[in-house]
Structure formats: C-alpha cells, structure tokens
C-alpha cells in the first residue's frame, strides 16, 4: 500500500532583528555582525538603526565609509544633549520604529545611552521584543560612570547575553542570570580589529602628522577626568612632563576640547616644547588611521575601555587612566594597567613603559575574529515562526 505523498513543509520565515548603533565605539561592533547576519539571508532579515548620538561627519560617517558599513536602514538623529535628555529622544523616537517595524529581536552592543534606551523600549513593548546584548557582563563596580549604569540595567532586561571573558560570566550569573541565557563568544570588536588591521597599514596618518616612533597616543573623555577641573589638570600636566621625553599625538573628543577651553588648560598643550616634543592635540581621527597609530606607539594612555582591548591584541603598553577597570582581562591577560589620575603615578608608568621591551600580544581565548559569526550561529538555532 502506497503512502500518501508528504506534505511540504512549510518554510520558517526569516528572523526579523533590529541592530543598533548610537555612537562611535559601537560602530566596530555592529560591522561584523550586520556582516554575520547577512550572510544568511534566509535566516536572518537584519535591518540597522543609527540612533545618532553621534552624528557628525567626525564621529559618525567615517566610521561607515572605512568599515565598510552600508547606510542605516533608520537613522533617528537624536543628536547630543544630557544624559536624560538624550536618552529620552532615543526612547521616544525608537518606539515609533518598534511599532512599524515589529521585530522578533532587537540587539544592542556596548554600554551607550543608545544601548540602555532602546532595550527599555523593547522590553516594555506590548507585545514584549525580545533583547539581546553584546559585550555582556562587564563590570567596574563605579557607579557613577553613566556607562556602568547602562551595562547593569541592559543586562537585567536581556533575553541573551554575549560575553567577551570568563569574568563577565561570572558576574551574570553573580546577579541572577540563567546560564542558558549566558553565551561566551568572544570580542566583536576585536573581529573589526583583525579584519582591517593590514589594511590600516597603508594609512599616511604619520605622513601627514609629520611624525615617527617613539610617539605616545592618548584617547580622553570620560565625564570622570574631563569634567573635574582638577583631574583633568593633575593628568594634563603628566602628559606635559611625558612629552618632554616623547611626542602625544592627542585625537581631541569634541566634548574633551571644549572643557579644556572652558577650564583654561588648553594653554598646558599649546606648541612642542624645546625638543620638538610636547603634547599634540588633532582632531579625531578615522578608524584606519587611528589603528595604524596604536600599532606602532611605544605606549597608549586612555580612559577608553575599548583601547585597553585593542592595545591588548596589538601587544602595546596601555596606562588606563582611571581608578577601575570594567574588563579586568586586559589587566590579567594583556597589556594594561591602572595608573588613576595622580600626576606623578602617570608620569613614572609612561617612563617605565617607554622602557620595557616590546613584548608578544598575549592570546585571549575567542579573541580571534570569530565572534560576530558566532553570535549568528546561536541566533539561527532558535525557533522561528512558520511564513
């Protein structure tokens, strides 16, 4: 007896995600995912969303035209304004998108306000939208970072939780967080980091600067260290008296110009001193060419967290100046140290870095360019409507 001939199964629709990105540290985050995402075009429909917290050509454009980025499927363009404010705009304008575009996901990297205020939209949708997070778990225990305030309150409302290291395992699941929900998959942004590391190379940055190694590079902007008139002072006068010794090539954040302005210290920096030396302010810098600068300084000082991971994989000397640290890896595994804001603490760390040997990139599991692909393989294994 013949069996009657099966039915066709009927195809799984696509997985409708929504991917986010407000400001400049997420850029090199949401490129090798959209990347992931879109390489499976039967599995995934991904749409971009530009929130613009960031919005000038500077700290924004660029970013796209070197990552190869395409345009954003929604660009909001809340713009700059307080932490409330701004917050408030993204809420408001990204609701509207949620309402239209009614996604099954909505993924967000980092710990931006674009972060924060797109997952509470998803989670108080009615119906709820799911939320992921990448780069999950990081945690400095400083609460009055704005950053730390969004990573805690983003990972208390996510459904998944992708995390770079062990320890920001550990602190999810510290804080309550089903281990299902919890997947290690590595450093996205280190995938952006290894995809256009060669190609930075070809960057005339240090033609154009006029400048050859030994160099310092310094990223500052931290409310914490810019806002504080006398922190900002104890570090710009470390950074005089390393100059002295060897050129700072400073990429000036628009907002850390301005308090140097209003606070009267942009004197400190103004003109090389006697040797040709000295403290040399620049606009920012595009993703290439900043990237060919921190592979060949002799030491990076920063406030950034995602410096301290990239100086970790390049192998350079990174002097963190603040007094804690939410990726505590680069500490263990890395290149990094704390130095906090004290003048003569920063000044003897630069001189000892400025000292040491060059030393071999230490290898940080999954750091290995692989992460966004498998952020895309744990998203394919979840189920899907029926078309």
């Not at 990448?134 to 950053?147: F, K, N, T």
Request: aromatic share 4%.
């Amino acid at each position: 007896m013949k069996r009657p001939p099966r039915k066709p199964a009927t195809p799984r629709r696509p997985l409708r995600l929504l991917l986010i990105a407000g400001a400049r540290p997420n850029f090199m985050k949401v490129a090798p995912l959209l990347r992931a995402f879109r390489e499976r075009p039967d599995q995934f429909e991904v749409r971009l969303v530009h929130t613009g917290q960031h919005y000038d050509e500077a700290m924004s454009d660029v970013f796209f035209q070197e990552l190869d980025i395409p345009r954003p499927d929604i660009h909001l363009g809340v713009g700059s304004a307080s932490h409330a404010v701004q917050t408030a705009r993204i809420m408001e304008a990204f609701e509207r998108v949620l309402e239209n575009d009614r996604p099954d996901w909505v993924i967000v990297v980092g710990d931006v306000n674009s972060t924060v205020g797109c997952s509470l939209v998803a989670a108080k949708a009615s119906p709820r939208v799911k939320v992921a997070h990448v780069e999950a778990g990081l945690r400095s225990r400083d609460l009055e970072m704005p950053e730390e305030i969004n990573r805690l309150v983003t990972d208390a409302l996510s459904d998944l939780l992708f995390t770079t290291s062990p320890d920001a395992d550990r602190n999810l699941i510290a804080e309550g967080v089903d281990r299902r929900r919890i997947h290690r998959v590595g450093n996205v942004m280190i995938d952006t980091l290894l995809r256009f590391a060669d190609l930075s190379d070809k960057s005339e940055v240090m033609k154009r600067l006029g400048l050859t190694p030994p160099y310092a590079l310094l990223t500052l902007h931290r409310p914490s260290n810019v806002d504080d008139e006398g922190a900002f002072r104890r570090i710009l006068e470390a950074l005089v008296r390393i100059g002295r010794e060897v050129p700072i090539i400073f990429p000036a954040h628009p907002r850390t110009a301005k308090r140097m302005e209003s606070f009267g210290l942009a004197g400190l920096t103004a003109g090389p001193g006697a040797n040709g030396h000295g403290v040399r302010v620049v606009p920012p810098l595009g993703y290439l060419d900043f990237l060919h600068l921190q592979k060949r300084a002799a030491v990076i000082l920063t406030d950034s967290g995602g410096v301290q991971e990239e100086a970790t994989i390049l192998g350079v000397p990174c002097l963190t100046l603040r007094e804690n640290t939410e990726r505590p890896i680069t500490l263990t595994r890395g290149t990094n140290r704390l130095v906090g804001r004290d003048t003569g603490k920063i000044v003897a760390a630069a001189r000892q870095a400025l000292r040491a040997r060059p030393r071999k990139p230490p290898v940080v599991p999954l750091w290995d360019g692989g992460a966004a692909r498998r952020i895309a393989a744990v998203f394919a294994r979840l189920p899907r409507s029926r078309v």
